[in-house]
């Protein structure tokens, strides 16, 4: 493992450290302007991601409830968890902006820019982070809270710190905490949790691997550099091509589970299995075109990444109409 790896612990999230990465030139943060500056400190939150995140949390909400849920619920539960995941990303970026500054899909993120340093990102992940658990505590229920805390836990502590760089499963088990905004959107409404939710959360663990696979092969030779052993860089193209079959099958499955579970309407198989048949076709292309080894631009890698957005973005829009077709 790369050398980088053994400088940082858990006591890095609590040692503001000043000192700039490899590649930050210009004025200090607090010389910037504060247009720029309040921009970063929204990259910070990585906006979008976290609209993926709110796209699994407010369809399961009209699901749970059976029909509109309660507007001002709503707005608390997309502000906290915009918070909350916010927070989290925020501490991923303090703690990984050594890799940060040698990937170049990652080099223009605020800490490496030098837009904000270290300590105002430390600070800023930690005060969402507080912010988001009271908001949602005394605006929603405990139970929500304590589910997104604990997500946001898990994302800085087990795989930002714990498995992205010490192992290629890495995003099977740090994908976790982006399935928990399923249970979150769930007790949000009923301050408890069923085998439905269950389900749904399970559809996203499986959906996760190879969503962020597919991506990790496209830019294979950034992570190899940084020294974060991605399955691509671990185990080639074939291996991640036959895991990300494997994954697609179960996460199809998982999403036929649904519904029996949640009594759903006639709609959510049909769709399921369409949304699931396209998703399997352009799996086992993915898998066969790299068997054939072919590599660069023909392998076409992305089109199951951008496709998985469509898929995961589908399933849970006809889990928020279901209701009304009953």
């Known amino acids: 493992m790369d050398a980088c790896e053994d400088s940082f612990s858990v006591g890095v999230l609590v040692t503001a450290v000043e000192t700039r990465p490899a590649g930050v030139t210009g004025a200090t943060p607090a010389h ?5 500056r309040v921009g970063a400190f929204v990259a910070l939150t990585k906006p979008r991601i976290i609209e993926l995140l709110l796209m699994s949390t407010v369809p399961v909400m009209f699901l749970a409830q059976q029909g509109v849920p309660n507007m001002l619920l709503v707005l608390k539960v997309v502000v906290g968890g915009y918070l909350s995941a916010g927070g989290a990303n925020a501490l991923n970026m303090y703690i990984d902006r050594d890799i940060d500054a040698v990937m170049s899909r990652t080099e223009r993120r605020p800490i490496v820019t030098g837009m904000v340093s270290p300590r105002e990102a430390l600070v800023f992940g930690i005060a969402l982070a507080v912010v988001s658990t009271l908001l949602l505590g005394f605006g929603v229920n405990w139970l929500s ?9 898990f994302y800085v502590f087990v795989y930002t710190l714990g498995l992205k760089r010490r192992t290629s499963q890495n995003i099977v088990w740090g994908g976790i905490a982006g399935c928990m905004p399923v249970l979150i959107g769930w007790s949000s409404v009923t301050n408890s949790l069923s085998w439905v939710a269950v389900a749904l959360f399970l559809v996203v663990f499986f959906w996760t691997p190879p969503h962020t696979w597919v991506l990790s092969m496209k830019v294979r030779e950034d992570y190899e550099r940084a020294g974060v052993p991605m399955l ?14 494997a994954y697609s099958w179960v ?17 959510y198989p049909v769709t399921a299995v ?12 993915l898998y066969s075109r790299a ?17 998985s957005i469509t898929y995961l973005s589908l399933l849970f829009v006809e889990c928020a109409i279901d209701p009304f077709l009953k």
């Open 32 to 36: 910037r302007p504060i247009g720029a």
């Open 145 to 153: 809270s304590g589910l997104a805390l604990g997500a946001l836990l």
């Open 232 to 245: 691509p860089v671990i185990k080639g193209n074939v291996a991640v091509g036959k895991q990300v079959v």
């Open 251 to 267: 996460m199809v499955a998982v999403s036929l589970a649904v519904w029996p579970l949640g009594h759903m309407s006639w709609l």
């Open 274 to 285: 369409l949304l699931g048949g396209f998703w399997m076709r352009e799996a086992h292309a």
């Open 291 to 307: 068997k054939a080894g072919i590599v660069g631009a023909k392998l076409k890698e992305m089109r199951l990444f951008h496709w």
